[in-house]
């Protein structure tokens, strides 16, 4: 399985950015997908996560309310909604794939994108 993000970039505060996460290769409808971020210097944070079984959502209490995570399955293909975003939300942002029922660990999630740089600039 292989997972491609797409969609960071430089914005202002209280601008909108979309990230995609593209996955390809097998892939069961029951996996659970994954957002993580890492600021330089810190350790990698759970953001957001929709489960594979049931499509049930979760977020870290930073980015509720700002952020909102979807999965199109069609295209095996999941997006963060990134709204009102503020200087603190500047990260690598990282999509991760796994079928394991926690799911804001990172440590249990089989597969990771590369990373996609977000910097909010103030």
């Known amino acids: 399985v292989q997972l491609v993000e797409s969609g960071g970039g430089l914005v202002q505060v209280g601008d909108s950015l979309r990230l995609s996460c593209a996955a390809s290769g097998r892939i069961f409808s029951n996996i659970n997908m994954g957002w993580f971020r890492q600021a330089p210097g810190e350790r990698r944070e759970f953001v957001a996560a929709i489960s594979g079984r049931g499509g049930t959502i979760y977020y870290d209490d930073s980015v509720k309310g700002r952020f909102t995570i979807a999965r199109d399955n069609a295209k095996n293909t999941w997006y963060l909604q990134m709204d009102s975003l503020k200087a603190e939300d500047t990260a690598v942002y990282y999509c991760?794939?796994?079928?394991?029922?926690?799911?804001?660990?990172?440590?249990?999630?089989?597969?990771w994108g590369q990373g996609t740089q977000v910097t909010v600039s103030s």
């Open positions: 991760a794939a796994g079928y394991s029922a926690s799911v804001s660990s990172a440590s249990l999630y089989n597969y």
